[in-house]
């Protein structure tokens, strides 16, 4: 498939344009940083926007081991959230970080553009959400795992062909369900339901998913495998970061989910003049 205009919201990025996705947490319990409340939320996603980032990625839930959180719990955390975002800025583009359908409905109620299902179509009503509100949708790679749960020893005969047949297949059959194919993007998903050398794999191998033609997401941001392969804390992986998002970025990958707009903006812009 040869790649396509990436269609969100009001904003459109063309094959070969990258896109910078903040990271704007609603959760008590994050790995990199704690929920700040609603209106602090509310001035960080600002502040993103400002600082350049073109997607705001509103979460709910930690993604790893943690306390239940109920749907309506979800909901509570990141609808209002969402409606006050697009009350503020009416052009920004809005995603959500959910894999249940019930409270991308929420969302896409509250003026979501993108649900960004991390756990690779655990809830099948997922896309469908999407189709009915004609919202974008993330395809992510999980190796069967449930939501919020580690890996024990993954194993894959060829973990990127894994990667690549998963995500392309969930991303045909979200178009089949009524998904625009030029909303729809696909995310290796580094760490979930992989080990480091995977991960790495995974990174060193990322031109034959962006082969596919799918605009590819990546979320490196920190994460753990860029601290086990440097041997740094999480809060000492912001260059380990960067470089992932350029390697990434020359290889392919169209959008990024990151903590620090500014410095991943600044990587993309020197990636774009030196390619």
């Not at 990436?6 to 910078?20: E, K």
């Not at 993954?154 to 995500?167: E, G, K, L, Q």
């Not at 998903?189 to 995977?198: I, L, M, P, S």
Request: include cysteine; charge should be negative.
């Amino acid at each position: 498939m040869e790649p396509t205009t990436l269609d969100l919201g009001n904003r459109q990025w063309p094959p070969g344009t990258f896109a910078v996705m903040a990271v704007i947490n609603r959760t008590p319990d994050s790995f990199y940083e704690r929920d700040p409340g609603f209106g602090a939320a509310l001035d960080a996603a600002s502040r993103a926007i400002a600082d350049g980032a073109d997607i705001v990625d509103v979460g709910g839930v930690k993604a790893g081991p943690g306390d239940e959180v109920s749907p309506a719990q979800e909901i509570d955390r990141v609808a209002g959230l969402v409606a006050a975002i697009r009350g503020r800025h009416p052009d920004a583009v809005i995603s959500v970080d959910t894999w249940r359908a019930e409270v991308g409905a929420a969302v896409a109620e509250a003026g979501a553009d993108l649900l960004n299902d991390a756990w690779g179509g655990a809830d099948p009503g997922l896309a469908a959400v999407a189709a009915r509100y004609g919202t974008g949708l993330v395809c992510a790679h999980t190796g069967g795992l449930a939501p919020r749960t580690r890996p024990l020893r993954p194993s894959f005969p060829d973990v990127m062909a894994d990667v690549r047949d998963y995500t392309t297949s969930l991303a045909e059959r979200a178009v089949l369900t009524g998904v625009s194919p030029r909303s729809v993007l696909v995310d290796p998903a580094h760490d979930f339901g992989k080990n480091t050398w995977q991960s790495l794999e995974v990174t060193r191998r990322l031109g034959e998913l962006c082969d596919t033609g799918w605009p590819v997401l990546v979320a490196v941001s920190h994460k753990d495998f860029i601290g086990e392969t440097l041997g740094l804390p999480v809060d000492q992986r912001a260059e380990g970061t960067i470089a992932a998002i350029a390697i990434s970025a020359l290889l392919g990958a169209r959008v990024f989910r990151v903590h620090d707009v500014t410095a991943a903006r600044a990587a993309l812009k020197a990636v774009s003049e030196l390619r």
